[in-house]
């Protein structure tokens, strides 16, 4: 293959409920559910991932939920409930680029922020926009920015898997992914903190993204 750019590639282990369920929601593909193990990989340029969705699926038993081709990157969402199969997939997709995982961009969080107490008038901003649960006046919302976009995905299974949240929103395609999460102050304390130190502990080639952010 013409040379890729390795932009997110991000192994997920248990599809968490409400991840499960968004996906479901926004994704046009073949649908995954709770429990099943999921592989995210977003590249550069966006058309090569037609290639790698044929690869994988011709090499391992996984279902794709999304192919997404923008206007600067392709990104690319299986899933199945064998584990192995899905790591077989990406395996498949790495040793077509000639790369390996740590080849990926290591995320770079841009920013992270928690709103208490939100007032009644920002929740309905919120809800109008968002595809997953509602936020409610006096809960706490929690905004995560990551770049590259994909680990949007990741960090936020990564929060419901250690708190009970609602999850409002996942945007992880694009220039930066985005997490919104709403909760009691408490969860969203722990939710928060488990989504930075997962993503702190991804391993990866330097992100200019965080070069700039300092």
Known sequence: MAEVDLRTYTYIDILQPQVASF???VAQGYLPVEGQAALYVEIAPGIAINRLTDIALKRAAVTPAMQIVERAYGILEL???????????GQAILQALGLEEHDRLQPCVLTDE???GIDPYHTMLI????HGDMILKGETLYTLEVHPAGYALFAANEAEKAAKI????FRAFG????VYLGGSEAEIDKAAAAARAA???LSGR?????ELHQ
């Not at 609602?166 to 929103?169: A, R």
């Not at 330097?206 to 965080?210: E, L, S, V």
Request: glycine share 6%.
């Open 23 to 25: 996906i479901a929601t």
């Open 79 to 89: 899933h199945a409930f064998d584990q192995g199969e899905v790591r077989a997939a």
């Open 114 to 116: 928690m709103i208490t």
């Open 127 to 130: 809800n109008r926009m968002r």
């Open 166 to 169: 609602k999850l409002l929103e």
């Open 175 to 178: 220039a930066f992914g985005r």
């Open 199 to 201: 993503l702190a502990a």
């Open 206 to 210: 330097p992100n200019q993204a965080a």
